[in-house]
């Protein structure tokens, strides 16, 4: 099973505020998302998520997801070849699924999958 490729990346900041307008600047749009908790941009297909102090997650680095048509194929899969879970699938809301792995090297992995 192929994968849709990465269209999320995920970074953790310290200050919502300031991180939003960097991103703004740097992205050239507003954000799509814009709450206490989480700034989502849409720019040129990608979706660039800002998510405050790491989030539930305790992210310390960004995170980059993976788009995949069935989530639980794709986690057998991975753990098959020696990737650990990390947070399992769980609904963020409408309908997308999200779950994490780690690598062999502790990299972190996200998967997404929309429903």
Request: proline share 7%; glycine share 14%; charged share 15%.
């Amino acid at each position: 099973m192929t994968t849709q490729g990465i269209k999320t990346v995920l970074h953790p900041v310290s200050d919502l505020a300031k991180a939003k307008t960097v991103y703004t600047a740097l992205l050239g749009v507003p954000p799509q998302t814009d709450s206490a908790y989480y700034v989502g941009f849409d720019a040129a297909g990608q979706h660039i998520g800002l998510v405050p102090g790491g989030g539930p997650q305790g992210m310390t680095s960004p995170v980059a997801y993976w788009h995949v048509n069935d989530i639980e194929t794709k986690l057998a899969d991975l753990t098959a070849a020696g990737a650990t879970v990390k947070e399992s699938p769980h609904d963020v809301g409408g309908g997308r699924l999200v779950a994490t792995v780690t690598d062999p090297d502790g990299n972190v992995l996200g998967l997404i999958q929309d429903r």
